[in-house]
């Protein structure tokens, strides 16, 4: 499986996961306490800078980025429509930012510290019986690792259609790629449980808790 992690020795690579994961938490709270388009540039030109620090390279940015700007790009395009232009830039520099930061820590945690820490977070709510921290935290990391897999085979399907001579659709991609999808987290949902990971997980969290 593709990971988003991408290793490098940039400032952001070394600074560890908790700052990161906050900066990025405190960032997605303000963006949306402003609609100044000076200040949702500005924030959008910081984001660029540090994104473009990582030494991922252009090609990658573009591969990995595509996909996301699209979505961006429709949902700017559309608030604009049915509101004002202000609105819609607004929509567009806020979710940019967000996406680059994103990317960004994502780029440099590996899966495992973002487990670890998504685990902490959740400590306090399994504490008062909420959640278990343990498979809250084993959830979000499953979710970021399968980003690139699903992407990847997207492609996997498009390429077999285009050999085909089929033209690519939506209608006919989506069932397939479902299907693929679900297939796969099956798999590692019976393999998560025949190796007894969660259950490690917890007995070891409740081992740290003492």
């Known amino acids: 499986m593709k990971s988003l992690y991408v290793e490098g020795d940039s400032f952001f690579h070394r600074l560890p996961p908790r700052p990161k994961l906050i900066l990025l938490l405190v960032a ?7 609609r100044s388009p ?5 924030a959008a030109g910081a984001a660029a800078l540090l994104y473009s620090s990582l030494g991922i390279g252009w090609r990658q940015s573009r591969i990995r ?12 395009l559309a608030t604009l ?38 685990t902490l977070a959740a400590r306090p709510l399994e504490r008062l019986g909420l959640v278990k921290a ?11 690792r399968f980003v690139p897999e699903v992407d990847s085979r997207f ?6 259609h285009q050999a085909r001579g089929l033209k690519v ?10 299907i693929q999808t679900l297939k796969s987290a099956d798999e590692i949902a019976a393999a998560i449980d025949a190796r007894g990971i969660r259950g490690q997980r917890q007995a070891r969290n409740s081992e740290d808790s003492r």
């Open 28 to 34: 997605s709270l303000a963006l949306f306490l402003t």
């Open 38 to 42: 000076l200040l949702l540039g500005l």
């Open 65 to 76: 980025l595509r996909p996301i700007l699209l979505t961006i790009a429709i949902v700017a």
């Open 81 to 118: 429509v049915l509101n004002s232009m202000e609105e819609g830039i607004a929509v567009l520099l806020r979710l940019t930012t967000l996406m680059l930061l994103a990317a960004a820590v994502s780029a440099t945690v590996p899966i495992g510290d973002f487990i670890n820490e998504v």
């Open 134 to 144: 343990s498979d809250i935290g084993l959830s979000v990391g499953l979710v970021i």
């Open 155 to 160: 492609q996997q399907l498009r390429q077999a």
């Open 169 to 178: 659709r939506a209608t006919t991609m989506i069932v397939p790629l479902i």
